[in-house]
């Protein structure tokens, strides 16, 4: 059974950058097919699937997102991260790390992030 489990600062200031890391367990980020994603839901809002990197290393980002999004992972350590620079309070949420496979989905349990000064 895959787990994946979130990490990062809890509050970041406006104008900085929000570092999330989000840790496997259970199987590799490298298994084909496997795609990983970072997805968030703002207070009163929607999901929304900020973007992904696949089995081999490829992303993609969400086009309202892409001119500051950066999504990287460290396969020695079955990690990957989501870093989001120029932080307003509009992207407070609760952000979520997430599998994709040809046999189902998974998620972690999602991280509260508020950006307040």
């Known amino acids: 059974q895959v787990q994946l489990q979130e990490s990062g600062p809890g509050l970041v200031k406006p104008s900085q950058t929000l570092s999330l890391t989000c840790t496997v367990s259970?199987?590799?980020?490298?298994?084909?097919?496997?795609?990983w994603s970072w997805i968030r839901q703002p207070p009163g809002k929607g999901l929304e699937r900020m973007g992904a990197?696949?089995?081999?290393?490829?992303?993609y980002y969400s086009p309202s997102l892409k001119s500051h999004t950066s999504i990287s992972r460290d396969t020695s350590k079955n990690q990957f991260s989501l870093q989001l620079s120029s932080v307003t309070p509009e992207d407070t949420a609760v952000y979520y790390c997430?599998?994709?496979?040809?046999?189902?989905?998974?998620w972690g349990q999602g991280t509260q992030v508020t950006v307040s000064s």
């Open positions: 990197i696949a089995y081999d290393g490829s992303t």
């Open positions: 259970g199987g590799s980020i490298t298994t084909s097919y496997y795609y």
């Open positions: 997430h599998l994709i496979t040809l046999g189902g989905n998974y």
